[in-house]
Each structure stands twice: as C-alpha cells, then as structure tokens.
C-alpha cells in the first residue's frame, strides 16, 4: 500500500522562500555526468565542480544526474554553478511537490513524479533544470526508469546524441511517463483477476485488496494530471529553449500522458463497479443462507410441534391408545413437511437463484 | 467480456521515438489498391512498391489498404514512398492510440478505433494518412466494416468517385462511426431485457452481467470519445488537404459521434440505475424470507413450549389428571397460534409487500 | 415505459450520404398547408406540386406541414421544389436525430423532438425548414400539439400574422417545448406520490417505478439538452433568415428549455433519493422484523430447554416428586422469561425504532 | 415540504406571446408608493395611476410595489404608463421564471425568487422593472423580507435616499438574497440536530426528514443559482440604467449569493453523508440483533436436542436408570453450554462492537 | 467537530451596506504594530492613533495586527485613518466571509481564513488591507500561524525587510496557507489509522469518524478553494500595489493552495471509499453469523424432531422395545448429523469467507 501522507516541509513552517532544509529521510547524493556532442561522449562519475565546468566546456550537451538530496550544500553550489533560480531550489529539496513547469530568464524549470515497477503508487520526484548547454537533474533515491535513456546515448541510437538539451529533457520526461504503463499494467492485471475472482468466490478480503488499489490509483492520478498541464506548459510557452521540433515530440509525451489518464480513470471506474458486484454477492449469499434456514426451521418446527403434543402426559389421549396411531402419525408428519416442501418448491427457493456451475 | 488490458508497447521501453518495432501479435499484412477517377477505377490485390507508385500516377486518387502489420520494413518503405512522418509511422504498429488527428505538413495523420458486430467492445485501431492524391488505411486485423465503401467506389454510386481523398477519408470514418450503432443496439437490447428480469427475477448472474456491459461500455466510451475530438480537429484547422464542402459532411460525422457518447452515456446511467434495483429486490426478497421464518416462528415456539411444559414428567401435574385437560389444552394452543396470527395479519404481513403476479 | 432503442438507420449501412430510405415504420405522409399574410389566410388539406407553388406565390408566408414520411419521392420532389439540402433531407427520414440547427445558404434547418401528453418519453422528431417566404415541418406520426398554433394562424390573434417564416418557426418551436411541461407535471406528481407512499408503505414495486422514471427522464434529458444548444444556434449566428425581433423571443424558448432542463435534473436527483429512502426503510423493516424473531426465540428457546430437562425419563430425578415441584418450575420458568423481557425493554427493543403513526 | 410542482402556466398553451392571463391562486393586488429624493419622502397606499404619475414627476425615484396579480388589466395599464416590454409582463404574471435579468432600451427587467422564514423552500417570484426615476416591484403574496428596507428609506439612514433607482433595485435583490441566510441557518441547524441522533439514536423517520431536506435544499438551489448568473448580468451588461457604483454594491450581492450556493451544497453533501452513517448504523444493529439470536440459539438447540433424547421412551436407556445419570446429564449440558459460551467470548461476539456509551 | 453554522450576520438584516455592527462572540481587540525598514524595526503593543500615524511615517512599512474585532469604533477610526473602504470595513466585522480579494484605488483587500493546529477545521477570518506603506491584518481572535513571520521580521533573516508591504501581505498569506498543511497531515494520519481499523475490526464508531472527516474536510475545502482563486485575482490583476516579484511569489502559494484542494479531495475520496469498505465488512460478518446459526439450526432442529418422536407416547411403538433401538436411534442421530455436516463442508461454509489471521 502506498504512503498516504508524506511530509511536506522540509523546512521550518515560516522559514522564507528559498530556505534550503536537508529532509530527515533524504540519502546521501550520487553525482553522475554525462557529457555528449555529436561524435563523442564522456562519462563521470562523482565529478567535482571543477571536473563538472570542464565537461561542461567541453562538449556540448551535459547531463547531470544528482541523486540523492542529503547534501544542501552540494545543492546550493550547483544552484550557483549553474544560476538556477532559489525558489526552485527550495523546490528541488521540499520533494512533495505537483509536477509543473516553470521558466526563468535563463533557464527551465521542471518537475515529475517517477514511478518505478517495484514501488506501486508511491511516486519519487525528480527534478529537471535544462538551459542552453545543460540538463540537471536531481532525484530522491538510487533506481530509477532512466537506464534506457543512459544506454541510448552511450550506443549513439536515434536522433539523441546529436540534439540538444531540450530533446534530452523530453527523453527523460517521456521515459518517466512510459514508467507508469508496466506499473499500470499490474494494476489492471490485478482488478482483472479480482473481476473473476469476485463474481465466482466473493470474499472481503477482496473489498479490501479493490481499496487498496482504487486508493493508489488516486495517487497515480494525482501524480499524472499535472504532468500532463506540465507538458502542456512546455509546448505553450514560447520558451527559447524549447525548440519548435522537441514541442513536437512533447506533444507526443501529452498524448501518452492523456492515455495514463484515461487507462487510471477507467481503472478506478471498474473498481467501485466491482464493489457493487460484491455487495450484490454477499446479499445473494445471504438470501441463499436465509432461504435454507427458514426451509429447514418452517419444515421441522411445525413437525417437533406435533411430536410433543403426542409427547404430552395427558392421562386421556385417546389418539395415544389407537392401534394405528403411532403410524397415523408419523404418516401426518410426512403429509405436512410434504406439504410444506411443495409450498417451497411452487415459490422456486429449491432451485433457484443460484448459479448452477459456480459456487 | 473485452479485454482491459493491452500491452502498450511493442518498442522495447525507451527506444528512441520512431523506432518501429512489430508487435508480438500482429498478423502478415495484406495490400490492397483501389485507384480511381471519375471515370475508371483500378483494383489491385497485394501491389508492389513499383506498382503502387504507377497507380498512383495514373488515377486521381489511389487508396491503398495495409491489412496486417507484421512486416515493419514494408511499412518503413511505404512511409519512404509517401512522404510519412516517423513519429506517426510509430503510432501505426504501436496498436494502443487514442483517436486523434493531425497535421504534418504535406499529409494528415488520423487514428480511429473500429468495431466490428462479432467483436463486443475490442476495438481495433485504424490508421490513416491522407494527403493531396492518396489515402493509405492500415488495419490490425483483416475484416473491417469498410466493404460497403468500396462497393460503393466500384459502383459508382453517389459522389464518392467525383471526390478527392478527403472525401474517402470522410467515408472511411464515417463507416467505422457507423460501425459502432449495431453493437450499441445489441447492448441496449441486452440492457433491455435485463430490465425485465431483474424486475421479474432477480438473479446474481444479471448483476455480473451487468457489470461486465458497463465496462464494456467505458471501454467503448474511451474508443468514441476523442474520435469527437479527432474530427473537430480536422473541420477546425484550416488544412489544404480537407476542403470546406468535406468538413460539411465531417460536421455529420460528428454529430454521430456525439449521438454515440449520448447512447452510451444513457445506457450507462440505465445499468447503474438497475443495479440499485436489483439490490432492492433482494432486500425485499431477504424482508420475506425473514418475515416468513418469523411467522413460523413465532407461532410455533410457543406452542412447542407448551407441549413441552405438558410432556413434563412431574409427579404431580393436576391438569394431567383432567378429562378434558388434552382438548382444553389443544383448545388453548389453537387460541395462542389464532391471536399470533391475527398479530400478523394486522401488521400486514400476511398478504403486503409481494407483487400479486410476479415472483 | 419508453422505447430505449430506436434502429438508428433506415439506409443501409454504408449507403453514400445523401440517400433517402424509407425507415419501415414511417406512415404515409398527409399534406397540409397554411398560407397567409396580414389580411387572409388560406388553408389546403392535401395540395399537390404545383398546388404548393401558386400558394407559396400568391402570399407571404406558406406553411405545410407534411405528417407521415413513408413517400420518399414526395419528399424529394419537396426538397427540388424548395431547394432543401440532400444532407438535411436524409436527417429528415432518419428519425434518430438529436435536436440541431444548421444554417444553408438559402433556408435554416432545425430538428426538434417532440412530446405528446400521451406518449410519455417517447419523442417523435419534428424536422423544419425556413427560408424567406415559406416553413416546412416534416413529422412521424400524425397528432401534435401546434393545434394551437394553427388556431392562433385562423383566428389573427397576436402578431402572427403580420410577422416572416422565421416567427412562424420559433412559435413552433416554442410550442414543442411548451408540451414538455405537462409531461413533466405527470412525472412530477408520481414522483411526489411516490414519495409519500416510499415512506409509508415501502413496496418493491416502488422501486421499479421510480426506475422506470428516472430512464424516462434520462430519455427526455437527451431530447431537450441539445434543444437548448439549438435555439441558441439561432440566436446567435447571424442568419438572414431570423430577425433580431425573433431572435429576442427565442432568447424566451431558450428561458423556457433551461427550465426543462432544471425540472427533469431536480426530479431526477429525488428519484435517486428516494431509492435511498427506499432501503434505508427495508433496513429499518429487516431490523423490526429480526428483532421480533429474536425476542421470540430468546424468551421461549432456555424455556423450551427446561420443559425438555423435565421431560427426561431419568429414574432419579427427584425433583419431579416435589410436592410443589411442578408450580416451583412454572414459577421458574416466569422468571426466566420476566427477565429476559425486562432485558429487551432496557435495551429499547419493545418499543423503539417504529414510527408511531405509521405501518 | 416545499410544494414539488408548480403549475407553469396561466396562459393556455399556445397562446400568443405576450398575452397575460391570470393565475388561479393569485391574490387581488394592492399598490403602495413610494416617492423620494434626498430631502422628502412620500408614502401612499393604494395610489391609482394619475397619482402615480404625479408621485413620478414629483420626486427623484418611485418606488410603486405591486403585491398581488389577479387584476391583469392593472397591470397591463401599468405597463403602458411605464412602457414596459410585454414579454417581461408576461413573465410577471407567469410566476414560475427562474431568476434572470433582461436590458430592455427603457428599462431593466429582473426576476428574483424570495424565501421567507416560515414558507421554507417554497420561494415566491419577485419582479423588478426600473428605469431612469422609478423601480416597480410585482409580489405573489402579501409578505416579504423587504420591511427593513421601507424602513431605511423612511429614517434616512445611509446613502439609500440619495441614490438613483438602481441603487434602490440593488438594496432590494440584496434584502431577498440576505432573506435566504436565516433559512439556511435553520436548515443548517436540523441538519446538526439530525446528525447527533443518526449516531445516537438511528430511526428510520430521520431518514425520511434528510429526504425532505435534500430535496428542499434542491428547490432552493435550484431558486439561488440563476440569481448569481442574473447578478452577473447586472453587474457585466453596460446598461446606462446601472451606474458602476452599483456595480461595486451587486458584487457584494454576488458574493453572498455564491456564499449560499457554497452553503446549500455543503448541506447537501452532509446529509448525503449522513444517510451512509444511518444505514451503517442499521446494518450494525442488525449484526448486534443476530450475533443475540446466534448466540441463545447456538446455547440452547443443542441443549434441548440432549434434553429431547433422554426424554425419549426407549425401552432399554441403561443411563436412566444411573444413579448419578440425572446430574452427570445436566454436568454435560453445563459443558457444552459453557464451551459454546466460550467459543463465543473468543471470537469477541460478547463484549464486542457496541459502542460503550451509546444504545 | 467543527461548528457547521456561523451567524452570519452581525447587522440587523436590512441594515444599509457598510454598517458596522459587532458580533456577539466578538472579542476585545488587541494591537500590535511592527514598523520596519532595511535597517531598523520597531515593535509597539497596543500604539494608540497617533502613534501609528507615527510608526507609519517614520518608516518604510507599518503592519498594524488588530486582534479582536468587539470595538467598532476602533475600526471605524482605523478606517478613517488609512481611508478603506467602507463596505471592506463591513465585510471585516462580518466574520463569515468567504476568501476572496478586491482592489479599489489606494489599497487592496483580501480575506484569507486561517486554521490553527488545536482548532481542527473551525476557520477563523484573517482581513488584511495594503497598501503603498502599510499592511493592516484583522483576526477574530488571539492566536494564529503568524509567530514565524514576526520572527523573520525581527531577525532580519531573508528577504522580508528590505520588502514593501506586498511581500509582507504575501508572506502572511503564505503562512496561513502552510498553516493549512499540519491540520491536512493529522486528518492524512486518522485516515490511514481508520483505514487499518476497518479492515481489522470494523466497528460503528468508526463510520461516525469517518462522517465527521468528511464534513470536517469539506469546511476546509469551503476555506481553500476560494484562496485559490483570491491568490489568483492578486496574481492577474495589474495593481500597482503588488509588484512584479511579489507576483512571482504569490504563483508559488497558489500552488500551494492547488496542493491543499489535491489533498482534501484525495482524502474525501478515500474517506468515502472506507465506507463501502465498512459495508461490505459488515455484510460479510452478517453472512458468517446467520451461516453459523444456519449450520447449528439445520443440524439440530431434525435432530430434535427425531427425539421429540421416540419421546411421544403412543402405545404401541414397537421400535421403543427393540433391544438395540436406543442405539439405532443415537446412530441415525449421528448419520444424520454427518450427512448434514458434510453437505455444509462441501458448500464450503465450514471453512470459507474467513481471513485466516484477522478475526
């Protein structure tokens, strides 16, 4: 089960914009570079800053990859390093926030949430900044959906290696998105299961297993909508660094975000239909026990009436001294609980509602 | 039931966009030209590239259907052929699209889902370009709902072959539109007898059923809905590739497809309106059931208790000895069962709450 | 009960748009024509071609109404005379259309659908079309409710008279949305019925009536919603053919379809309530019902129990030689059941949850 | 409970545009002027129209209410002194208008729904006509929530006497908006009351009295949401008969008009929310009320099963005949119902799921 | 539980617009200035007119807080000082304001509603007035969410002091907007806390929990969803009183407040989730008990009726005085009951429906 509350604030309530504040639960960070052009690519792992300036130099496209946001200080001289705007930062380290996009005068600001297979609904930011030569991006934890990506550009497949800053970010933005479809994908499995499950053997824990996952669908979606208006604020705005071919691919990328949409929508839709499916069981179920109960008490009681009336001790019984009595009265038994089991069989309980292959 | 889930992707998760990868479930494909003029008309099964090409040039307008996409090299060269954009020749094989139309610069791209009356609510993805000469369909599967548009080309009727491809295209989603009211009429029938049985009979297989035809539903709702949006694209923008008289006739298209969304809304708020009365109808089943355990009960318990205190063994029980101590006692038994019954024949439960001549 | 399914096409699918088929239940069409101006009126039952054409010369404004649309050469020969567009003359005999307006170029199309006091949501359409000097109304059945309109034209009442086609058609119009209101009513005091007799007396059948409705209301939503996008088609765009005198009482037919809109949403929200209501007693009533089974069988079972102890053909029981041994166990046995329903009592059981006045 | 239907019309249907007919239940009407500038003010009851005309000309602004509208020829007169549009007459006499505001050349025409504290939701249509120096008022009934306004006028307290007709109109809309707070308060009020005794005290005539409030609070949302949209109009046309000072004051009437709609739908959410509290609350009782009779009933069958056997007349029973038979059979009912009882008090059904304090 | 009714008004209905009337649970106010500039702060506690007026001049920004709204006159006087309008001044006393922002010429009015972490979802009004030079806040009552401010203010940390006073009025709005996220975070926890309980052990006590966080929630969505919109009119509208940066600022608290409304509205969603979850609990526990009182009642009610028979008295009743008749009796007694047992074993009910670790 999904998280449901994360904490917001790394830092104090009250503290001013911009406040950088280590959260409690934050890892130490993992730095990772990846600097490419057209013919070459360079890779570094745990550069310095001066090791970052250099291969930011020298080639022309630097993706860097902090992971891990433990390090405030680390943080804030990338902030300088790179000129990246305060409130953003503070943006970077409070890791609940909405994706969105935001641009300043030199550079883009943008956030998404990243699922991965193994973690379900609970959703890890990552954070992009991308300016003229550069793309930096910060994540919470080791893992993530982006190997595909690293792998592209070392094999120089694709249009990748020989575009800009803008297209890597899209790349990224695109694999976080493609993320959520295996992760979706288990969920449908999930409820498709649950759909034969509830209708041949309903069972509460069931009800509990549909919440668990109609609540984590609420968190997808809350994690998904605004990527899409994130996207949408990338393809709008008339930003210089986004070039007029990457908003084409983006659009794509809102496609795909659209369809998440629409995939967690109709989950959510066949959930709360599968609930009513259950309610409808167990009242089924319970009007099969009840009918069962109320044949055999309407069957019997009548018939242990009449045996304790011929039990009585009344010292003048004539029926009790009959020759045929005793028979005679059994025969009146099986005359009334025949009579009786007529009446039920005419009203249809003997046989009917109930499946006849299931259950 | 149709199937929830589609694997979204044939492209291994983060290839580079436009990469073509075929489906594990796609079939050969299959080529079929029809190429005509006012005057003649040319049809050609499983035409080469040379012979696309010469139809091309000798007819006003040249359709060529691609039924199956197995082979990605046929289509990557047929995209060469055409002029076809990379990212849209992707949509084609990855078979998950949402509806939706758009503009390249020499050609117009559109996705539409189709049905076919023997296939419920799976739907299988069509795909069309269209520009200033030809139209190029591709389909997942052979059978389509598209033979009477190509009678009607090869008959001559009605204005289709005075038209350019705009209009075909029209036709062609027109036709898949239409596609659609014969399996929305079978769930309104289906929905429609299910109202009198639930009414005349409830039953948990109705509740299942019902069930499995609201998701069927949402699915089709998800297939029907961006096509409203696809269309208005096309009569909307102002492409060269879609003259005004044709966005007349794509105005019609539309209203259809609203009219398909209202349909399908209507039968939506129906099935969920009869689930409400299904629940009722076994709450006032169970209401009876109980009511006539109760009944019986409550007479019985009683007097089985008297006969009980009667089958006593005391030594000294006077009214034992009486003469008319069984038939007194017999009597007092038929008085307590009288005033019971006469309890529940005034509370109405001897002849309330069952409809006289159902059930 | 309405009809949820209309067979949406007379024309076969895939016919070419355009093409009129006669629909299998249309009836044989009756002509009628009112042609009038400020000073004399002319009324033909039945008029032939050329009968129409010396009316529609010889004064201002032409009515005719054709009722019954079995005769698709009459219809076509109606659509040459009066110049009528092909697309809208096939709206004209497919009778599934939803209320539209459409504008061409020498004369306004409008389809309305129709109610009859009668009929309850069954609507019939009625298709319009007006130009400068004339309206003609196709309608499915004969009866209407433009009696009314038709006196207003004989008898000079009003402005009728003295004003264009286009105030003819919006008082049709109107009048179309005026015969909602008593269909309304009728829905409005079965519901009002039924919800004193939900609370009374709740019945099963209840639950079936108020689903029967709230479909029905579904239904006339789906008429009257795309009524009111309708009339504002005309209001707003600025055809030749509606004055601006005109478009002011349209702005009243659109007053008058928002309320229709705002009566069928009001009575579609206390349908659903009163499903609410509905289980909520049948709750109450299960619960009334099982706590009487369960004084019973509390008081008389530990009762019945001790009756069997001294029953038991034990030798050695020695109380059963008690000289008051017999009244000692009755006494006992009043105590056991005193207590019990002093239990019930306390607990509120005897006396609560039952409306004093009521069942 | 607020009356669910209102007969629409007066009017035949059918009849004309324009033309009055009076209502059935209307009341014979009485006038009252009221005549002021910023220095006098004069009052008259029952003016007829030349002393209209004379309080018109003599004062800035007249105030002439009409209560009252069985006389359609008073009103029709009415309307020609001050040229009023005669479909806004027709309106006036038709007094089932949903709220709406209408700029006619001469004058505005506004139509409000008024409450009163002890009428509940049953709201009755006030209309406003004013112009350049007179605001004329039509009322169903005797009664209205606009005392304290004669009032102010009279002291002279505030800017109301130096203010044109709109101003006047505005204080009026305002005083009806500001009459429905007390309503909803009470509404508010029940709906607390109402919320204790669901979790105290679950009856099944709370549920009835949520099902009358939610349909009242419909009726009145249904009367208040159009009078935000009338305001608005008010406030965005640029009619010269409202100055932008007023328009500042109808933004403060705006507010508190979206302020109750904020209120009506919080209600309606709450007591939508209270009806699952109730049937959470029966569904619990009745598990309570079963978990009784499953526990008496689970003790004592098996207990007068063993009782039954030793009371059976077999002639060769050697345990009766013991010595110690009689107690060592009641040591074994003493068993078995102790392990029953333990059995129990395990799976917690004896201390359990009652609340401690309540019931 | 927070109070669902607020009086609305303090003014008498009918009162002119801009009367000031005190509330009756109004209390005395309290004042506190802190003047400031880049370099020095000054602090005064309940200043009297002239020394605001003082405090005002001397330095670059006055924020004058005035707790407790009980003395009109006092507001009046502050009124006059700063020259706000008067029906802002009406809509400060009249505590029942819904969030929203208003610009008139020489000073913008907001009002916020501020929450505190003890109060749970009882809103208090926070007014605020600003500016060229001054910031004026009215609270209801002591305490509030602005210590931090203040502190900021003192310690000259950040960018606070060398602001004008529409970043001070942003950081209050920021601070109650934060404020809002701790109350969210406790509701968050009792959600998942409930969550766990009612699946364990569901129980009444926690469906009324639930109601009241609905309705607790949906008066903190009453609070938020208006700040949205208020921040938004701050954002949009070109005030001069609201600078550029300021501007930048106030989107990151509109993001914010969008992140509140995400959270109530996920919450409720659950919230309302957990109750389908309680329902079907209770119907799968309602199933388990009448199973078990199903499975003990039809093995032993015929149980009984066959001892009730060998218990009658008859004559002759040959099978009583067959040597092993007693133990033939016991045998069929005990075939019975396996026949009986094993049918339910095969049903499943012996066995099934039962989480095997949760109750």
Known sequence: ????????????????????????????????????????????????????????????????DVTGLADIDLIQRLGEVFGLNPLALEDVVN??????????????????????????????????????????????????????????????????????????????????IDGYFPVLERYGEEIERLEDAVIATPDRRQVERLHVIKRDLLLLRRAIWPMREMINVLIRDESPFVSSQTRLYLRDAYDHAIQ???????????????????????????????????????????????????GMNFESMPELGWRFGYPAALGLMVVVAAGLARYFWRKGWLSDDKPPTKN
């Open 1 to 64: 089960m999904a998280k449901l509350i994360r904490k917001r604030r790394g830092s104090p309530a009250g503290a001013p914009p911009g406040t950088l504040t280590v959260s409690p639960d934050a890892v130490a960070p993992r730095l990772r570079a990846l600097a490419y052009g057209k013919d070459r690519i360079e890779e570094v792992e745990g550069p310095d800053l001066a090791g970052i300036k250099a291969l930011r130099e020298a080639h022309a496209v630097l993706w860097l």
């Open 95 to 176: 890791v609940h926030q909405r994706p969105k996009a935001e641009e300043f005068s030199d550079h883009i600001f943008a956030v998404v949430r990243m699922v991965q297979a193994n973690t379900g609904a609970d959703t890890e930011q990552m954070s992009l900044f991308f300016g003229a030569d550069y793309v930096l991006s910060f994540q919470e934890r080791p893992g993530d959906c982006l190997e595909s990506v690293r792998e592209r550009l070392r094999r120089d497949r694709g249009r990748l290696r020989q575009q800009g800053p803008d297209y890597l970010a899209y790349t990224l933005i695109d694999a976080v």
């Open 260 to 310: 998440l949409m629409d995939i967690v929508e109709t989950y959510r839709e066949i959930a709360t239909g599968l609930l009513d499916v259950y309610l409808s069981s167990m009242s089924a179920k319970l009007n099969e026990v009840m009918k069962l109960l109320t044949i055999i008490a309407t069957i019997f009681i009548p018939l242990t009436f009449l045996a304790g009336v011929w």
